[in-house]
Structure formats: C-alpha cells, structure tokens
C-alpha cells in the first residue's frame, strides 16, 4: 500500500537508473518520427544518445559552451538546409529531434533532466500531427510510461526503492484515468480535430483531381492507402451499384474534362425523383485536404458538414484535414429532371473536329438507332464486340488520342472508355459527361463494413437521355466486367497469373483468385485489425461537437450548452479528485513500516511480562530480554540486529521482508 512520507528533495546528481531511462524514454521517443527525419539526422542524433550515455557510465566529460554552440549552430543549418525552413510539421518535428539530442549531452544537474523529460512529451505528442492510429496511441503510452517513471526516479523521496516507486507511480496513474476519461467526454468541442493537421501534412499524398485526362485516374491504380470506410445500415448493395459518386467533369477541349464553372449542367444533389428503395449508410472519409465527398449514386441527403453542388455531387465547406464521418441515403435507380437548351448545348460540344474514322463512326451509330437509348446500346455493343480490352500498362497516344484508341491501340483504362464512350455520344447527338469517383471496394467481414482505397478510383459516362434524365453509362463494364466485380484487386491478381481473362468463366476467375490458405491468415489478421482501428477512430477520434451534445443528451441536458459542458467537467472533475483523496488517504499506510514491525516484536514480549520501557533502547532491551529469558536469546539477538542495521545502519529496505518473517515466526 501507498505510503505517505515528508518530501526530501532528491541530490543534485539522480543515480545512473534515472539517467539510463532518460536516454531509452528519448530512444522510444525519437523511433516514432524515425521514418520521417532524414537518415543523417538519425545518425546523428544516435551519436549524442551514445554520447550521453558514456557521460553518465564512463565517466566522459560533459562537452563545454563553445562546442556545443557550434553542434546547435550546425544542426540548425543542417536542418534549414534539407527542408528550407525550420518551421512546419516535418521541419519542425525533425528540429525538435536534433534539438532532444543537444540537449541531453548539456546535462549537468537535475533541472536539465526535468526539461530533457518535458521535451520528450512534446516530442511523443509531435508524432500525432503525422498519424493517429491506435497503433501510435498504444506506442505513445508506452513512451509515456518511461518518461514518467524517468520523472518519478529523478524526484523521488530519499528512502524510496524502485518498487516503491513503481507502486506510487501506478496509484497515480490509476487516479488519474477518471479524470482523464471526465476531461475527455466533457470538454468543450470546438468544430474541428484537436490534431487538425498543418499546411505541410498533405504534401505527399495523392488524391481525386478535378480534371481527368488519359493517365490521371491510373496513377492511383497503385495507391492501395484507405479513402473511406462505409458502414451499411442494412446488407450492403452488388458491386453493379457500388458507384461513388465524387466529381462531374462537362468541360472539354478535346482530350483533358475539367468541371463546368458556369451554371451547371444539372441540379443539385437531391432535385431527383428516386425509384425504389434507398440504401442507408455512414461514410467515414480519411484526411485528404480537398473538399470531395464520396457518396453513392445517387445522393437524396446533404449532411451537415457538406453543400449540394451540380451534378448530385457533394463537397465539404473546407479542405478536410481531419477524419470525417457523415450518414447519407442514396438511391441506385432515379429519374432526374429536364436540361435547360444550355445545358444541353453545352453537354453536345466537341471542341475539336473529330477525325474522318470517329465522325464516320458517330454517324453510323445515328443511323442505326431509333432514339438516344438505342444509340447508347449501340455504342456500348460496340466497345463490347470489337476488339478492346481493358489494361494497366495500355500503349502511349499521340496527337489525336481519340481516333488512336477507337481503331488502333483499343487497350486501356477507365478513363480511356469514360473519355471514349463520352465523345461518341455527344457526336451521335446524345448529351454526355464524365463522373469521377470510386467503384467497388472489399469488405470487411469482421467488422462489417466495407473499405475503398484509392486504388479503386475509376471513371464513367453519364447519358441524358429524354425519359430518364441523366444515367451512368460505364464503357469499363462493357469490356471488363470484371473490373467490376472483383475490383482493381482482383483484377492485378489476374494480371500476375497471367490469365487468359477473355476465355475464362466467371467461376474459373473465382478460384483463380482465391488465395492460399496462408494468405487467407494474413488478410484475416490485417481485416481484425482494420476493424479495431475504425472502432478508434469512429468512436475515440470522431468524439466530436455533436457527438459531445448527444452525450450531454443523455446524462441529462435536454440542450447543453459550452457553459454547462464547463459546469459539469468541473463537478465531476471535482469528484473524481475527492474520490481519489478518500481512496488514497483511506488505505494510508504507517509512516514507519520498520517501527511498525518491530512494536509488534515488543508486543509479543509484552504479553510474557517483559514490557519495553519508554527510555529503553533496542540493545539494552535485548540484554535485558535474554537475561530474563535465555531461551529466546537466539531470535531476540537476530531480531535486534536486523532492526539496529535498518534503523541506524547501512542496512537498506531488502531486509524488511526477511524480519518480517521472522517475527511472524517469533512465539516467546
């Protein structure tokens, strides 16, 4: 139990135990950003840890004023120079790094070490601005930990041993989990992430853009990094309806589809008349630093966070820099309304005059439909009778890359199609546009939600047609229905088999890709553990206003406010502290373990009649004690001498266990 002792400051020096959990707390610390900071950085930063090391173990001497200026000099130059700048989350982070190592090899008395000690909880703290998976939390902690404890030897009481310590630590931890949980849930929320990422996290990452050309949708055919997770309300839909819907592109000039920044070319998300039931759903989208929301075909909802734009297309207010989850209804079969003569002019234009083969080909597609359903049909048997196959490495085009897919290369990708089927149609006569999004995804059965990378990015054709409004049109499906089915996944898996896709089945495609049963292993240990951190990041990292509002809700406030959020975290914060006084103080131990042991050593005598007097010294009361009583000379002498030696000796607390036994066993 927790014993309460008056505070000795601890010496000007703290013992090597100390010194070495400083230098693995700052090891632990600095592995977190160790695939982020440049290697020489690295190194060098090993090289002081070391330093320090032999300082605290050999004897070295700390280096004086001059050199380490110069070290600090050099390493704020180093630093400016790989990132030109010494501010930012990279830069910054890599600085805080250098600057830990400086400062540990200028250690001279305890102050040092507690500023070492703060440094590295910034530094721990540092690593959440690059990730917050449950993976770094857990690893935080325990980074944590050390450089706590490290805080705890460096000022612990004289007296205390290492147990000691470690049980008074973990009483305190222990305390201090209530009133973490109590901050936690009733801190005011701002909108917004605590972990809002500055202008410098997303420099790296790929994402959607908003025009499309022969390329730029496959370069993230290799992006396997998790877009959004979608949690179904119900089963979810075939992967025939797995469209997610993000960017409508109507501008053209030949070969690049950007979006329309006039009127538009259709009304808002929700101007549809749905057909059927919807599908219910809750998207939980990473951090991209653009607006886009993904939403399945086609959206009847607007969440909050979001603004309708044209095309039944959704975008936050603000680049997300943080994890967002929005619920939405989507309809797969709809009706949408009339075009304006506008719009349809504008989504009938061809920049550029097609080649002689292309406006033949148009034209013939005119003459043998009866109406614009007929023409998409015809279009679509086109792609799927003649000689096109779908590929990730399709051939380069030249200058007139329409003409050179349609009746040369006829090999490539989503947007080769969506690009190609698009410009047949607004030259046969039938008004088109280009979709941008996500198909499909892989589900995960553990936690019962489905997972779209980016590498399932995909492109497709929508038809106006005169009764049914605007209808997606996917030339991909046509001509790789697999594609479709078993996703970009599946279809690299084929790739690699080296299979013949167009004389193989769709059930001699299943066991082809059906993985061996190692494998099997793996993706069920990844999908368990994918599972546990969208329950993190839904139900810990999402903890936001409005989830902060519906908990108010339910302890009560009917409409909580910021006032009555502070109200309440400071009243339970105050129970919590007086919980944890009545706990600590209730279950207080003697102040002197060692006395309280030996009284009942006299207590025992006591009751045969030979009572210790106030005045009277453990020595003389032995000497009396045997002279009384011969036969107890033996355990009273060896008694005695270990209390002597932990009382007034050399003797530390390693013998208390043993005279405890002792006078257990002690019956005079």
């Not at 000099?73 to 830069?91: E, W």
């Not at 975008?315 to 209804?329: I, T």
């Not at 406010?561 to 009545?582: E, F, H, R």
């Amino acid at each position: 139990m927790l014993r309460l002792r008056t505070y000795s400051p601890p010496a000007s020096r703290p013992d090597r135990n100390a010194a070495n959990l400083l230098l693995l707390s700052a090891a632990m610390a600095i592995a977190i950003h160790v695939i982020r900071i440049p290697a020489w950085l690295m190194l060098v930063t090993a090289c002081l840890l070391l330093w320090r090391f032999c300082i605290d173990n050999l004897g070295w001497r700390v280096p004086g004023r001059l050199l380490r200026a110069l070290l600090a000099m050099v390493m704020v130059i180093a630093v400016y120079g790989h990132y030109g700048t010494l501010l930012g989350r990279d830069a910054g982070s890599a600085f805080l790094v250098g600057l830990v190592g400086l400062k540990l090899i200028e250690i001279r008395q305890v102050r040092d070490y507690y500023i070492g000690v703060f440094l590295l909880y910034f530094l721990t703290l540092g690593g959440f601005l690059f990730s917050q998976s449950l993976l770094l939390a857990f690893y935080a902690v325990a980074v944590t930990t050390t450089t706590t404890i490290t805080l705890f030897l460096l000022n612990r009481p004289v007296g205390y041993g290492p147990r000691q310590t470690l049980r008074l630590f973990g009483v305190m931890v222990l305390t201090a989990v209530p009133l973490m949980l109590v901050m936690y849930l009733m801190f005011p929320r701002i909108q917004g992430s605590l972990w809002g990422l500055p202008d410098d996290a997303f420099d790296a990452r790929t994402g959607l853009s908003d025009e499309v050309a022969p390329g730029s949708v496959n370069r993230l055919l290799n992006n396997d990094r998790v877009a959004f997770r979608v949690h179904f309300d119900d089963s979810p839909p075939p992967p025939a309806q797995q469209y997610w819907r993000v960017m409508v592109l109507s501008e053209i000039d030949g070969r690049r589809w950007r979006r329309h920044v006039g009127s538009g070319d259709g009304k808002a998300a929700g101007s549809f008349t749905p057909l059927g039931n919807g599908v219910g759903y809750q998207v939980v989208l990473e951090p991209t630093n653009q607006t886009w929301l993904a939403a399945m075909d086609l959206p009847g909802t607007v969440p909050d966070l979001a603004v309708a734009r044209p095309g039944h297309t959704l975008a936050a207010r603000s680049p997300l820099r943080q994890r967002e989850s929005y619920s939405l209804r989507s309809f797969p079969q709809y009706v949408t309304g009339a075009l304006r003569v506008d719009q349809l002019k504008h989504n009938l234009a061809w920049p550029v005059p097609p080649s002689e083969r292309v406006r033949a080909l148009a034209t013939e597609l005119r003459r043998l439909a009866r109406n614009p359903e007929e023409i998409v049909e015809l279009a679509l048997a086109h792609f799927n009778e003649q000689a096109f196959r779908y590929t990730l490495s399709p051939p380069s085009l030249g200058r007139d890359p329409l003409d050179e897919f349609l009746f040369e290369t006829r090999a490539g990708y989503c947007e080769h199609y969506a690009h190609a089927l698009a410009a047949l149609l607004r030259l046969s006569g039938v008004p088109a546009r280009l979709v941008v999004g996500f198909q499909g995804g892989e589900w995960n059965p553990v936690g019962g939600y489905m997972i779209v990378r980016m590498s399932d990015a995909h492109a497709w054709t929508e038809a106006w047609l005169p009764q049914r409004g605007w209808q997606r049109v996917d030339a991909t499906a046509a001509v790789a229905p697999e594609r479709i089915e078993f996703g970009v996944e599946g279809l690299r898996e084929l790739y690699r088999a080296e299979a013949d896709q167009e004389n193989l089945s769709r059930e001699e495609m299943q066991r082809l890709l059906a993985p061996q049963w190692w494998k099997r292993a793996l993706r069920e240990a990844w999908m368990r553990w994918d599972a546990v951190n969208d329950a993190w990041n839904r139900w810990v990292m999402a903890y936001g206003p409005e989830k902060q509002r519906r908990f108010l809700r339910a302890i009560g406030f009917s409409t909580p406010t910021w006032a009555q959020a502070v109200i309440s975290m400071v009243a339970a914060s105050a129970l919590v502290g007086l919980l944890a006084a009545v706990f600590i103080l209730g279950r207080h131990e003697p102040r002197d373990r060692l006395a309280a042991v030996y009284r009942r050593f006299c207590h025992k005598l006591a009751r045969c009649g030979l009572q210790r007097a106030a005045n009277e010294g453990p020595l003389d009361f032995q000497r009396r004690v045997i002279t009384r009583r011969p036969d107890l000379a033996h355990p009273v002498a060896q008694i005695t001498a270990i209390y002597t030696g932990m009382r007034y000796g050399r003797d530390g607390t390693e013998h208390l266990p043993k005279l405890k036994r002792l006078v257990g066993k002690f019956a005079p």
